[in-house]
């Protein structure tokens, strides 16, 4: 642990830790133990598989539900001189070669893939998405023991009891000793207002929407919708009343599009209309408003 207490500081320049991440750092790094981590958006859940990527021998392989969540994870690391890489459907055919390559060579502490230290890094989308939206998500389990991971830690910011006990199951979930195993920060959150508004139709919510987002004063905004066209509709609505600094973002665009968008909510103040393919794992401390626009299909979601 003292090592790592080191890079901490020297890569983070943190110098001590948050909330639980000591706890799951320490069962990784000295119990060398299967982890879940429930951990609140913005809590520092990356640091927790991040650091001992830096302290363990080998590779830690993060498997990850969305490319935009893998991209800014990777950058991070990499404008912190970590070598980290992700493969997913973004890559050009070269840049896929150029990770490969880095990969055989054992050059890379740290790769990202949607399909090992081993990492699931949305560990609720095992239980939650598994049946309906990521069929391989039940496989992930599988691969880990057939790899023969020397470890693995699970992260959600999202899990209810029955989820967590879906993770932690011995014959198809990641085998973690519930007692033992689980660390949980807890879902409140005092920095956060929930608002709820009573609407009737589609221009009854943009005419709620278009003044909230205006009073925003600085930071960016995200607005949760539930389908592709719904984002594109949404968007063409907000420009005709006079947001302009407002992009969409969701699955069916093309790669450098989706780059291009995530780039600039990243950059700049403006807000993004997206489905739930933006937004889970970005890394930023002042996004001031989360609209879900349309009811997401689960109260998780609303997490």
């Known amino acids: 642990m003292e090592k790592a207490k080191q890079q901490l500081e020297a890569v983070w320049g943190f110098k001590e830790y948050r909330s639980v991440q000591e706890q799951v750092i320490k069962r990784l790094i000295v119990d060398g133990k299967n982890t879940l981590c ?14 001992p990527a830096l302290c ?4 830690t392989l ?33 840049e896929m070669s150029l990770v490969r ?6 050059k890379l502490k740290s790769l990202q893939s949607l399909h090992c230290q081993y990492i699931d890094s949305e560990a609720h989308c095992v239980s939650e998405w598994g049946p309906s939206f990521r069929a391989e998500y039940l496989k992930v389990s599988r691969f880990a023991k057939e790899i023969k991971a020397e470890r693995v830690l699970c992260l959600t910011a999202t899990a209810t009891r029955s989820v967590v006990e879906d993770i932690c199951a011995s014959e198809n979930g990641f085998d973690i000793d519930l007692d033992t195993g689980v660390f949980s920060t807890g ?8 608002l709820i508004k009573p609407t009737f139709n589609f221009q009854s919510k943009v005419s709620l929407l278009v003044p909230f987002l205006r009073s925003r004063k600085d930071g960016a905004a995200i607005v949760y919708v539930t389908t592709q066209q719904q984002a594109v509709d949404l968007v063409t609505e907000l420009k ?11 699955a069916g665009m093309a790669a450098e599009d989706r780059k291009a968008t995530q780039s600039w909510f990243m950059e700049g103040n403006g807000t993004v209309v997206a489905t739930i393919a933006f937004g889970m794992g970005i890394d ?14 689960t109260l998780e979601n609303y997490a």
């Not at 539900?65 to 970590?82: E, G, H, N």
């Not at 390559?101 to 054992?106: I, K, S, T, Y």
């Not at 879902?187 to 929930?194: I, Q």
């Open 56 to 59: 363990l021998d080998g590779l």
């Open 187 to 194: 879902v409140y959150r005092p920095n956060l207002s929930l």
């Open 101 to 106: 390559q880095a990969l055989r060579a054992g």
């Open 240 to 250: 005709a009343q006079g947001i302009q600094d407002v992009q969409f973002y969701h």
């Open 284 to 297: 930023r401390a002042d996004i001031r408003q989360v609209v879900h626009f349309t009811l997401p299909k």
């Open 62 to 94: 993060v498997v990850s539900p969305l490319i935009a969540l893998m991209k800014d994870q990777v950058d991070a690391l990499k404008k912190r001189q970590v070598a980290a890489a992700s493969m997913d459907s973004s890559l050009t055919s070269d």
């Open 38 to 51: 429930c951990m609140a958006t913005g809590g520092g859940k990356s640091l927790c598989f991040q650091l």
